[in-house]
T-cell receptor
Framework: DSGVTQTPKHLITATGQRVTLRCSPR?????VYWYQQSLDQGLQFLIQ???????AKGNILERFSAQQFPDLHSELNLSSLELGDSALYFC?????????????FGDGTRLSIL | GNSVTQMEGPVTLSEEAFLTINCTYT??????LFWYVQYPGEGLQLLLK?????DKGSNKGFEATYRKETTSFHLEKGSVQVSDSAVYFC???????????????FGKGTTLSVSS
């Protein structure tokens, strides 16, 4: 058990809809990362938060947004969903967001767009 | 740009065989290097890490040495078990990556299948 909790585990919805994925980091971790895993693109970094502030953006679409709340949990919002957004979305956390520190991953949310 | 290249899989071995999964990287600055493992239906678990040149990471019989001269971080295990069957990802992280903070950049993953 990594200590990172993601909900829900599975999400099935239709094109054009909006969903919210939730992540609770390990106790004591201040930095949260979101990644997308798909068969064609592999694992890609989306966005990083540190102590409530956005720190870095990766290949995140404009239709996607995220935030980190004062209790350090994070949410990833995906809107105007397309078939190509079907993927496994992972959240990871680390203590300070230092490059030497390992990131600890949740079990992911599997998003299926019908 | 910064990238990680892993050997293509799948890798199929018999129990107790020697394992090598090759990983090379391209990066500016001084990245930290990681191996993660993903078992079916689960998230990624950190297997081992190395944060500077010549460091050797090790865990559960797996080893990898950070070779700056060859920009490599190959994963090895002397005797694999059926329970080692999983997907293995090589990854790097570093402060000098434009717009990427300290995010991990992953290789495409190598599937290992071990039979008894």
């Amino acid at each position: 058990d990594s200590g990172v909790t993601q909900t829900p585990k599975h999400l099935i919805t239709a094109t054009g809809q909006r969903v919210t994925l939730r992540c609770s980091p390990r106790s004591g971790d201040l930095s949260v990362y979101w990644y997308q895993q798909s068969l064609d693109q592999g694992l890609q970094f989306l966005i990083q938060y540190y102590n409530g502030e956005e720190r870095a953006k990766g290949n995140i679409l404009e239709r996607f947004s995220a935030q980190q709340f004062p209790d350090l949990h994070s949410e990833l919002n995906l809107s105007s969903l397309e078939l190509g957004d079907s993927a496994l979305y992972f959240c990871a956390s680390s203590v300070e967001g230092n490059s030497n520190q390992p990131q600890h991953f949740g079990d992911g949310t599997r998003l299926s767009i019908l | 740009g910064n990238s990680v290249t892993q050997m293509e899989g799948p890798v199929t071995l018999s129990e107790e065989a020697f394992l090598t999964i090759n990983c090379t990287y391209t990066a500016t600055g001084y990245p930290s290097l990681f191996w993660y493992v993903q078992y079916p239906g689960e998230g990624l678990q950190l297997l081992l890490k190395a944060t500077k040149a010549d460091d050797k990471g090790s865990n559960k019989g797996f080893e990898a040495t950070y070779r700056k001269e060859t920009t490599s971080f190959h994963l090895e295990k002397g005797s694999v078990q059926v329970s080692d069957s999983a997907v293995y990802f090589c990854a790097l992280s570093g402060r000098n990556f434009n717009q990427a903070g300290t995010a991990l950049i992953f290789g495409k993953g190598t599937t290992l299948s071990v039979s008894s």
